[in-house]
């Protein structure tokens, strides 16, 4: 076994951080270590740029600007960072904000101790995880509606006909390896089409993209 | 409007001193004229921030145009009036070289109306380096001293009372008295007191005195009050939030602790709580629904009615259904072929809940231009289809013969001990749109919180 993947937790609820903390901790999983925690985005920026952690799960609603703020201060000072949005918040435009701020995905913090933990090593591996919800979002996101601007560069502002089977799969609640079995093609192809529609997510300057988050913002 | 949308999407939207973004997404600040660092007023600090360029040029800019009959003068002297004050009770000196600067540029604004007027710019030059000028400084420190007296009223309500300050009361008085001496020299030098409309004269200029002396606190005051309305607005419609949440949550955290014993219980009261909870922040169908929604009556859209179902779902049989729809469309008038399909759904979902043993299905549908596709999936003990006794209507009647009825289709894959998945598709006839849309008479299963409007909250 590598060395284990270092992960910091970002949250301003102390109770969760001890939580997840915990939970982790009781999984004995010597794939992760926790090495430290923060409250605030001062607090966070100042610690991760020193503690330099490969995983940074974080909080997308917190006081001082949110997840983002962290996210956009820390990349400045340690781009090496990956960072995963843990958030009780479905908010579409939340979602959507921390991932095209750089985030390698985003989870619930329903998410079960155990999948918390594949989905920490399956990002500090270079994959994206995509939790049912945001696979949702970003098909809705990408989906064609009447009326709808004309695409600045396709490649960027389309989805393949092969990733919206995957993202499709993965909303129904399939497993790599089942979408794999599913589509016959290797998990390796499926993890390079999930990093694909990150990337497309995070860079494209699809008008829809946006408007589509605005429309769903109610707070 | 294709140029570059990424910003907007990446602004944060509550911050009210935010009144937009710029072309590089970077927000633009309201102008205020921020206590820290200023030298006179704040107005040229104020404007730098507003605009993103270096004070030291606002600064000249004021200083040159000073050059055209005190242009730059008055300008400042009206966005002094006109600007409010930048919330905040800290008060940072500027650093002496920034003081030093700053007066400097005063000193040569200053000059350069004096120079602008000799040089036959314009006939003030008497009355400015005269005792209008007097007046003006008078003026200067009547409304420095407001900015003060309000930073202190926020300070008070901030952090308790704070004591008097005698420096203030100094200030009011010399600048009165500035001002009443200045304007009087002036009027003496200039009107002949004793012809003619010289009372009127002396009323006038007295007016304009008690205009400079009493105006600014008339201003802020206005303006305070204002801010309070808005303020008291806020927290009345925070109060009424809080008010059903808390009754809500309350209720259910009573509950569970009443029946802590048993484990199904409380994992069914969280769960509704939660459903609750979401719909009231992000809408019924768990985030808000497709622009132009607004047209649809009511809920009746399938991603609220396949929400409510799963709620229901949720709440008879203590599972966790992860409900994700993509799109939208109107669900149409009672028994039409939306009803049915969210019919065929709940009742699938009702299947997996009774006979998978695996508390957790995902709900996924799809809206598309010409058909809704519904996926129900569990991970339970899945079942061989011909074992299925005759008996058991609820997978031939309830799903396969209701879709069938509406020219829709049933597929249903499952294996033994990994799961079953339920795939239902309809086509569409009804969209989203300037269609007219029906109210349903089959009634919601579970009354839907109502969502603040969205326009109402978002102009907040």
Same mark, same amino acid.
């Given at each position: 076994?590598?060395?284990?993947?270092?992960?910091?937790?970002?949250?301003?609820?102390?109770?969760?951080?001890?939580?997840?903390?915990?939970?982790l901790?009781?999984?004995?999983?010597?794939?992760?270590?926790?090495?430290?925690?923060?409250?605030t985005?001062?607090?966070?920026?100042?610690?991760?740029?020193?503690?330099?952690?490969?995983?940074?799960?974080?909080?997308?609603?917190?006081?001082?600007?949110?997840g983002?703020?962290?996210?956009?201060?820390?990349h400045?000072?340690?781009?090496?960072?990956?960072?995963?949005?843990?958030s009780?918040?479905?908010?579409?435009?939340?979602?959507?904000?921390?991932?095209?701020?750089?985030?390698?995905?985003?989870?619930?913090?329903?998410?079960?101790?155990?999948?918390?933990?594949?989905?920490?090593?399956?990002?500090?591996?270079?994959?994206?995880?995509?939790?049912?919800?945001?696979?949702?979002?970003?098909?809705?996101?990408?989906?064609?509606?009447?009326?709808?601007?004309?695409?600045?560069?396709?490649?960027?502002?389309?989805?393949?006909p092969?990733?919206?089977?995957?993202?499709?799969?993965?909303?129904?609640?399939?497993?790599?390896?089942?979408?794999?079995?599913?589509?016959?093609?290797?998990?390796?192809?499926?993890?390079?089409?999930?990093?694909?529609?990150?990337r497309?997510?995070?860079?494209?300057?699809?008008?829809?993209?946006?408007?589509?988050?605005?429309?769903?913002?109610l707070? | 409007?294709?140029t570059?949308?990424?910003?907007?999407?990446?602004?944060?939207?509550?911050?009210?001193?935010?009144?937009?973004?710029?072309?590089?997404?970077d927000?633009?600040?309201?102008?205020?004229?921020?206590?820290?660092?200023?030298?006179v007023?704040?107005?040229?600090?104020?404007?730098?921030?507003?605009?993103?360029?270096?004070?030291?040029?606002?600064?000249?800019?004021f200083?040159?145009?000073?050059?055209?009959?005190?242009?730059?003068?008055?300008?400042y002297?009206?966005?002094?009036?006109?600007?409010?004050?930048?919330?905040?009770?800290?008060l940072?000196?500027?650093?002496?070289?920034?003081?030093?600067?700053?007066?400097?540029?005063?000193?040569?604004?200053?000059?350069?109306?004096?120079?602008?007027?000799?040089?036959?710019?314009?006939?003030?030059?008497?009355?400015?380096?005269?005792p209008?000028?007097?007046?003006?400084?008078?003026?200067?420190?009547?409304?420095?001293?407001?900015d003060?007296?309000?930073?202190?009223?926020?300070?008070?309500?901030?952090?308790?009372?704070?004591?008097?300050?005698r420096?203030?009361?100094?200030?009011?008085?010399?600048?009165?008295?500035?001002?009443?001496?200045?304007?009087?020299?002036?009027?003496?030098?200039?009107?002949?007191? &004793?012809?003619? !409309?010289? +009372?009127? *004269? /002396?009323?006038?200029?007295?007016? $304009? =005195?008690? #205009?400079?002396? @009493? %105006?600014?606190?008339?201003?802020?005051?206005?303006r305070?009050?204002?801010?309070?309305?808005?303020?008291?607005?806020?927290?009345?419609?925070?109060?009424?939030?809080?008010?059903?949440?808390?009754?809500?949550?309350?209720?259910?955290?009573?509950?569970?602790?009443?029946?802590?014993?048993?484990p199904?219980?409380?994992?069914?009261?969280a769960?509704?709580?939660?459903?609750?909870?979401?719909?009231?922040?992000? &809408?019924?169908? !768990?985030? +808000?629904? *497709? /622009?132009?929604?607004?047209?649809? $009556? =009511?809920? #009746?859209?399938? @991603? %609220?009615?396949?929400?409510?179902?799963?709620?229901?779902?949720?709440?008879?049989?203590?599972?966790?259904?992860?409900?994700?729809?993509?799109?939208?469309?109107?669900?149409?008038?009672?028994?039409?072929?939306?009803?049915?399909?969210?019919?065929?759904?709940?009742?699938?979902?009702?299947n997996?809940?009774?006979?998978?043993?695996?508390?957790?299905?995902?709900?996924?549908?799809?809206?598309?231009?010409?058909?809704?596709?519904?996926?129900?999936?569990?991970?339970?003990?899945?079942?061989?289809?011909?074992?299925?006794?005759?008996?058991?209507?609820?997978?031939?009647?309830?799903?396969?013969?209701?879709?069938?009825?509406?020219?829709?289709?049933?597929?249903?894959r499952?294996?033994?001990?990994?799961?079953?998945?339920?795939?239902?598709?309809?086509?569409?006839?009804?969209?989203?749109?300037?269609?007219?849309?029906?109210?349903?008479?089959?009634?919601?299963?579970?009354?839907?919180?109502?969502?603040?409007?969205?326009?109402?909250?978002s102009?907040?």
């Open positions: 076994m590598s060395t284990p993947v270092s992960v910091f937790l970002v949250d301003d609820h102390a109770l969760f951080r001890a939580g997840v903390r915990a939970e901790a009781g999984l004995a999983d010597d794939r992760i270590v926790v090495v430290g925690e923060a409250g985005v001062g607090e966070a920026v100042v610690r991760i740029t020193a503690e330099r952690p490969a995983v940074v799960l974080l909080d997308v609603h917190m006081p001082d600007g949110g983002r703020a962290v996210l956009q201060q820390v400045a000072r340690y781009p090496e960072a990956v960072f995963l949005a843990l009780v918040s479905d908010a579409a435009e939340d979602v959507i904000n921390v991932i095209r701020a750089g985030a390698r995905g985003y989870v619930t913090k329903t998410i079960s101790a155990t999948e918390l933990a594949d989905a920490v090593v399956r990002v500090a591996g270079g994959d994206a995880v995509f939790s049912p919800r945001l696979a949702g979002f970003v098909l809705d996101a990408f989906s064609d509606r009447p009326g709808a601007a004309p695409l600045v560069d396709p490649e960027l502002d389309m989805l393949s092969r990733e919206r089977e995957v993202l499709r799969l993965l909303a129904r609640g399939y497993a790599y390896k089942e979408i794999a079995s599913q589509l016959f093609i290797s998990i390796k192809t499926v993890e390079t089409h999930v990093s694909s529609v990150l497309k997510t995070q860079m494209s300057n699809r008008y829809e993209l946006s408007r589509w988050a605005t429309d769903r913002r707070v | 409007m294709v570059s949308p990424a910003p907007t999407l990446l602004t944060p939207p509550t911050d009210p001193r935010v009144v937009g973004v710029d072309r590089h997404g927000p633009i600040h309201r102008l205020v004229r921020p206590v820290a660092g200023r030298i007023g704040g107005v040229a600090i104020g404007i730098a921030e507003h605009l993103r360029v270096r004070v030291l040029w606002v600064r000249l800019a200083a040159v145009l000073a050059l055209l009959s005190g242009v730059g003068v008055l300008a002297a009206m966005l002094w009036i006109f600007v409010p004050q930048g919330v905040g009770t800290e940072t000196r500027p650093s002496a070289t920034e003081r030093r600067q700053g007066l400097g540029i005063s000193a040569v604004g200053a000059a350069l109306a004096v120079l602008g007027t000799t040089l036959g710019l314009g006939q003030s030059l008497g009355w400015i380096v005269g209008l000028g007097l007046a003006a400084v008078g003026g200067a420190f009547i409304w420095r001293e407001a003060d007296a309000q930073r202190q009223r926020w300070r008070r309500s901030a952090v308790g009372v704070v004591g008097e300050r420096s203030g009361l100094w200030r009011i008085l010399g600048g009165t008295i500035l001002v009443v001496g200045g304007l009087a020299v002036f009027a003496l030098g200039q009107f002949d007191v &004793g012809a003619t !409309g010289g +009372a009127l *004269v /002396a009323v006038a200029l007295t007016l $304009v =005195g008690v #205009a400079i002396i @009493a %105006v600014p606190w008339w201003i802020r005051l206005v305070d009050l204002g801010a309070e309305r808005r303020e008291l607005v806020v927290q009345q419609e925070r109060a009424e939030i809080a008010a059903h949440l808390h009754d809500s949550v309350l209720q259910t955290l009573a509950l569970i602790q009443r029946q802590a014993a048993e199904r219980e409380v994992l069914r009261l769960r509704s709580q939660e459903r609750e909870l979401r719909s009231w922040l992000y &809408g019924p169908a !768990g985030y +808000a629904t *497709v /622009a132009g929604s607004d047209q649809v $009556v =009511g809920d #009746a859209t399938v @991603a %609220v009615a396949l929400a409510a179902a799963a709620g229901e779902v949720e709440d008879t049989y203590a599972v966790k259904v992860t409900p994700v729809v993509v799109g939208d469309a109107a669900m149409g008038g009672g028994g039409s072929d939306m009803h049915a399909l969210v019919a065929a759904a709940r009742e699938a979902m009702i997996a809940a009774k006979h998978a043993g695996n508390p957790e299905i995902s709900l996924y549908a799809e809206v598309e231009e010409d058909a809704v596709t519904v996926f129900v999936r569990d991970r339970g003990v899945g079942f061989d289809e011909n074992t299925v006794g005759t008996d058991r209507r609820g997978l031939a009647e309830s799903i396969r013969g209701r879709m069938d009825r509406h020219h829709g289709r049933a597929t249903i499952s294996t033994p001990g990994v799961g079953t998945e339920v795939e239902l598709w309809m086509p569409i006839a009804v969209r989203i749109g300037p269609a007219p849309a029906q109210t349903p008479t089959v009634p919601d299963p579970i009354p839907v919180t109502p969502t603040p409007d969205p326009k109402q909250v102009s907040r």
